[in-house]
């Protein structure tokens, strides 16, 4: 199987099946000398862990993390990164029936006509469980952003139609949707419960704010950021759409009203409150300018190229596929049958998905910010202390 590896210069290979020893990731591209030890990557995989509430799995991992390379004496070599989960609850038999027919709303008979054979306990390499590679080597790329002063928040704006109002990101931890809205979180937990009564589940938007990202970061071309940003969350199993800035909204707009116009350093204009982000402006490299806009339709990213604006991404998270009720399928032999899903089963993915965008968010960052580094030479020049002679600039 290929494209289990993301990335060019900051990259991570993920392996491991749902059901099987374990699941890892190993990480290559990190500089040496970064602080690092296993809590910094726990952080951030008790987060997508199961069994957290109610409104998750009831699969009882605790999902502890080893590191086996690349970190020494709590700083990091320099050297791939590899780190490691051990399966400790997983029910194959639970799965058993499921070699016989293809589930509604799965990877099974993609799978099968693929490669002819598939792992059914618990999706294999398809199942969400295969994102805790992906939640690990976010750790490791946040650790790089913010010793730049980049942050990453990913939030649970929208569950089962219900929208937040407000985003107060302190919130989120208050409730077990991940939601900056407490009162939208009261009525999701009550839909919730309908819904798992009549043996359903429920789908969701997720959103991602990027703060303080330098300006000019990305390429023109086939690199562009937002094409990066989008790749690297439509590669989430249960995404189905993403937005940058406006996004879909931009196409009902006018160019007067979409465009972002931009304002003096000085100015101090404040964004208007209806924005989702806001631009806190980004100082350029090489000049003493600090350049901001009026508005940020433009969600952060023009030409490819990063505006030293906000970045703003939403990911349409679809319901969890897996349900009780009663569906209509195929066996592989291609007979009608009628199934109902066995197993522990998320009633949503998105309030363990908000991690998962988090981590693929940073590691692209991170990416193209290595990527970003040989862009000027005199920029080449001053990672080495030379000096640019004249003839050359």
């Not at 919130?171 to 009525?187: I, W």
Request: aromatic share 8%.
């Amino acid at each position: 199987m290929s494209g289990s590896t993301y990335g060019k210069l900051f990259t991570f290979t993920t392996w491991g099946e749902s059901h099987g020893k374990a699941l890892g990731v190993v990480v290559d591209g990190c500089p040496a000398g970064i602080p690092l030890c296993e809590e910094d990557i726990q952080i951030f995989l008790d987060r997508r862990k199961p069994g957290q509430s109610r409104y998750t799995t009831k699969r009882a991992e605790d999902d502890a993390v080893e590191i086996l390379s690349g970190v020494f004496e709590g700083r990091t070599t320099g050297t791939p990164i590899s780190m490691v989960v051990f399966n400790k609850d997983q029910r194959s038999g639970d799965y058993s029936e499921i070699a016989s027919y293809y589930r509604p709303g799965h990877a099974d008979y993609g799978f099968d006509a693929k490669y002819g054979f598939r792992d059914y306990r618990g999706g294999g390499r398809s199942s969400g469980r295969e994102t805790i590679g992906r939640v690990a080597a976010g750790a490791v790329a946040m650790k790089i952003l913010s010793a730049l002063g980049i942050e990453v928040h990913a939030y649970a704006e929208e569950i089962g139609g219900i929208r937040c109002e407000t985003a107060d990101l302190s919130l989120c931890t208050e409730n077990p949707f991940y939601m900056p809205d407490q009162r939208a979180a009261e009525r999701v937990q009550k839909l919730a419960k309908e819904q798992m009564a009549a043996k359903d589940s429920m789908g969701g938007i997720i959103a991602c704010l990027v703060r303080h990202m330098p300006a000019g970061i990305g390429e023109p071309v086939f690199e562009k950021l937002d094409a990066n940003l989008s790749k690297a969350l439509f590669s989430i199993g249960a995404v189905k759409g993403v937005e940058i800035g406006d996004g879909f909204a931009a196409a009902r707009n006018s160019g007067s009203g979409n465009n972002d116009p931009f304002l003096p350093p000085d100015s101090g204009a404040p964004l208007p409150a209806a924005q989702p982000a806001c631009c806190s402006g980004s100082k350029l490299p090489y000049a003493d300018l600090c350049i901001k806009k009026a508005s940020n339709h433009a969600g952060g990213i023009l030409g490819g190229l990063s505006d030293g604006s906000d970045i703003f991404i939403r990911a349409a998270v679809k319901p969890t596929p897996s349900i009780a009720r009663e569906q209509q399928t195929v066996t592989r032999e291609g007979r009608p049958v009628t199934v109902s899903i066995k197993g522990r089963h998320d009633p949503m993915i998105v309030p363990r998905a908000v991690v998962v965008v988090e981590a693929m968010t940073a590691v692209t960052l991170v990416d193209m910010l290595f990527a970003g580094m040989t862009s000027r030479m005199d920029s080449v020049c001053r990672f080495f202390g030379r000096t640019q002679s004249h003839s050359e600039q």
